[in-house]
């Protein structure tokens, strides 16, 4: 399966640019909000669980107001495992292939690593 989903990400102000010039890649940008369901790039489902990774926020002088920053994505999930602490890279799927993705429910996911 190559299934694209649409999922968010959020980030913080300094991350910005470097995502727009190299993409979301962890490796890059650090993972200092930790790593629930394994090491990886987080994207999911719902912004309001994506904002509270957009941190801190700014005051934005065009707009008069505070704001984040958060990318919505084209994400190919492909298939996927329950991700857990400490997951380096997703499950092996059989003895040839890894799963593609770890999420947090794998009945219904949210989010995906």
Do not use: W
Not at 17 to 33: S, V
Not at 58 to 72: A, E, I, S, W
Request: glycine share 10%.
């Amino acid at each position: 399966k190559s299934r694209q989903l649409l999922l968010f990400h959020g980030t913080k102000p300094s991350c910005v640019e470097g995502i727009i010039d190299d993409g979301i890649d962890f490796r890059l940008h650090g993972n200092a909000t930790g790593a629930q369901y394994g090491d990886g790039a987080y994207f999911a489902m719902y912004s309001s669980y994506s904002a509270q990774f957009a941190t801190p926020a700014q005051f934005d002088v065009t707009l008069q107001k505070m704001v984040k920053f958060m990318f919505l994505c084209a994400v190919k999930v492909g298939t996927f495992c329950g991700g857990s602490v400490g997951m380096r890279r997703p499950l092996k799927q059989n003895k040839d292939k890894f799963y593609d993705s770890a999420v947090d429910n794998t009945h219904n996911p949210s989010i995906f690593v």
